[in-house]
């Protein structure tokens, strides 16, 4: 393998790669970037404990989804201002897309339900004999941010996150509407 000095060089690399590799990659990546800002968090929660971590990924989420959201978009080719569609087809591309299992549950032009059936995080909690971690307040900011980054627009409204009472089948369940 060739010493990966720069982008340029890793950029270069990775075309040389199969197809089967990159998606591996891409996984792995996902798998990471997920267990980082769960080490970070618990990092936080350890020193100062659980309201200040939730506080602190709170604002940390508020600034990446735009990033994500606009990142997503500029390589998907779209402009902002392509309602639900765009939102639909961005939350597609989202780094916890890969590992997590969701599903469009309803959709048209003005609104779409948008449902987490299997989250990483909480099932990992689940099998630990945890209970559910209170992303809720954390989630607010998340969906309805990366929703106005895509649109303006949309609105967002959670249906149920935890700590709510959910489903076995979804972890958590958010509404968005075109408004004007």
């Not at 765009?86 to 779409?112: D, F, G, I, K, P």
């Not at 995080?121 to 607010?140: E, I, M, T, W, Y």
Request: charged share 30%; net charge negative.
């Amino acid at each position: 393998m060739p010493e990966l000095r720069d982008p340029a060089a890793a950029a270069a690399h990775l075309s040389t790669l199969d197809k089967q590799e990159l998606v591996r990659i891409i996984l792995d990546d996902a798998k990471n970037w997920l267990a980082h800002d769960g080490l970070w968090f618990q990092a936080v929660e350890g020193a100062h404990g659980m309201e200040a971590a939730i506080a602190a990924d709170r604002a940390a989420w508020e600034r990446f989804t735009v990033i994500e959201a606009r990142r997503i978009m500029e390589r998907l080719g779209l402009a902002p201002g392509g309602g639900i569609p765009a939102l639909l087809e961005c939350l597609n591309h989202r780094l916890y897309a890969r590992l997590n299992s969701q599903e469009v549950v309803e959709a048209t032009e003005e609104r779409a339900v948008f449902a987490m059936r299997d989250c990483r995080v909480q099932s990992a909690r689940k099998r630990k004999g945890l209970p559910d971690f209170p992303c809720k307040n954390v989630g607010l900011v998340e969906y309805a941010e990366f929703a106005r980054a895509v649109d303006p627009r949309i609105r967002t409204r959670c249906i149920t996150c935890p700590p709510d009472a959910h489903s076995e089948d979804t972890w958590c369940a958010w509404e968005f509407t075109l408004g004007t």
